[in-house]
């Protein structure tokens, strides 16, 4: 799957012209001034697409699939743009209207696009435009992503959707998945525990109320809370599908901490096997409790 299309959904109210740009193996805002505002219609286009392509539906946690997707806010898209701009403006002659005219609203500090430039310098920890700086693109894009980063990593930690997700990330950054050749299906088993949103009692048990400490799991007898970590290693159920992954991967995987045995997991080299191995896993679940 090289590209995701925009024509497979419809767009939101407030967007006639989306402007995608189709590189890699997700999409990304064109890069514009003025089409990249930031507004409501666009972060929901762009939570649809990113959504579409993780498998997961639309009560995933906004922080954690932009987290898996790598991608920045969209006012910081705009950000990028807007410094671009501040670079052309800088390199024409004294004599040129948008120069003379950026000058003056420099000296005058007027509340215009010049201030919001010395607004986002100023939390980007960049220099003062009112120097005449030009600035490193690559430095500012790794700014925004940073910034962005933060600002997504702050909103998973306040979820309790992401319990897990928060154990077993140290920082806000994106695991292997866009980039692995999965099945689609595969995908999603992978990213909805990230998310918190795969369907275990964890979950499930919220629809009807049923307090945490009671969503115990289903298909065995332990009596133990079903999150993501019960269904991933102690599930007496699971421990045949379990086993047969252990007997391949013993010496690297068994003397892990399970938060490390979760980073492993997900690791661009064995993040194939585990979702294989993962889909064995609910399948096998499914089939216990649907019997």
């Known amino acids: 799957m090289n590209h995701v299309y925009i024509t497979l959904l419809s767009l939101p109210k407030g967007i006639t012209s989306p402007h995608w740009n189709c590189q890699g193996l997700f999409p990304k805002f064109e890069e514009s001034v003025h089409i990249l505002s930031g507004s409501d219609a666009e972060i929901k286009l762009q939570n649809r697409i990113n959504r579409f392509y993780l498998r997961v539906h639309r009560f995933a946690p906004v922080a954690a699939v932009s987290i898996e997707m790598d991608q920045p806010l969209i006012r910081c898209v705009r950000w990028g743009e807007m410094l671009r701009y501040h670079n052309r403006v800088i390199q024409m002659p004294d004599t040129r209207w948008p120069k003379i005219m950026y000058e003056f609203d420099i000296k005058k500090k007027c509340t215009t696009w010049v201030h919001e430039i010395k607004q986002i310098c100023k939390m980007l920890h960049l220099p003062d435009p009112s120097h005449r700086v030009e600035y490193d693109m690559k430095v500012v894009s790794d700014a925004i992503m940073k910034f962005s ?143």
């Not at 964890?202 to 970590?229: F, H, Q």
């Not at 599908?241 to 892990?256: A, G």
């Open 149 to 291: 980063r933060d600002i997504w990593w702050k909103q998973a930690l306040e979820k309790p959707k992401l319990r897990s997700y928060a154990n077993f990330k140290d920082q806000a950054a994106p695991t292997t998945l866009i980039n692995a050749n999965l099945l689609r299906y595969q995908r999603g088993l992978l990213a909805k525990p990230s998310c918190g949103i795969l369907p275990l009692e964890i979950e499930t048990g919220r629809y009807s109320g049923v307090k945490a400490e009671n969503r115990l799991c289903r298909v065995c007898n332990l009596s133990e809370v079903e999150d993501e970590y019960h269904f991933l290693y102690s599930c007496p159920t699971l421990q045949t599908e379990r086993s047969s992954f252990y007997v391949e991967h013993v010496s690297e995987f068994m003397l892990k901490p399970e938060p490390d045995k979760t980073r492993w997991l997900l690791s661009a080299e064995k993040i194939k096997a585990t979702g294989e191995w993962v889909e064995r896993m609910y399948n096998k679940r499914k089939s216990v409790i649907y019997k």
